[in-house]
């Protein structure tokens, strides 16, 4: 997705007109401090993983994630895999545009679009303090 979905101008301007984007390496291997709870590194088997990403995902990790927050930092949704940039795009303006706070994710992409599925997520957009 770094090569061909974040590198398309209208997802560029979608997220920094409406999120605030942190990558994060589920595998990180420091500290982490998260709305008050700090996460540490689990070492499992030949790697391991890093509390937050495993939190933030109710422990179903794929790669790669993203992770929508509220400005409470409360998950609105998981999207996990691969996506393209028209895609990408169209799950952008639903959270974005706050169109998922009054309207179901099938009501939005029948109504904008000729995507249909029922899962979608959320850049992980949040505050992080490393330790």
Do not use: C
């Not at 993983?49 to 994630?65: D, H, K, Q, R, V």
């Not at 029948?110 to 599925?117: A, D, N």
């Amino acid at each position: 997705m770094d090569r061909n979905t974040f590198t398309d101008s209208d997802v560029i301007d979608n997220i920094n007109n409406n999120f605030i984007p942190v990558k994060f390496d589920a595998e990180y291997q420091n500290s982490v401090v998260f709305n008050n709870n700090s996460y540490k590194f689990i070492r499992t088997g030949r790697k391991g993983i890093n509390e937050l990403a495993y939190n933030l995902t109710n422990g179903n990790l794929s790669y790669p994630m993203t992770i929508f927050l509220d400005e409470n930092y409360n998950i609105i949704t998981l999207l996990p895999g691969y996506h393209k940039p028209k895609f990408y795009n169209l799950v952008l303006k639903y959270i974005g545009e706050d169109h998922w706070k009054d309207m179901s994710w099938d009501e939005y992409s029948k109504k904008y679009s000729r995507w249909k599925l029922s899962r979608y997520i959320r850049l992980v957009f949040l505050r992080l303090h490393i330790t």
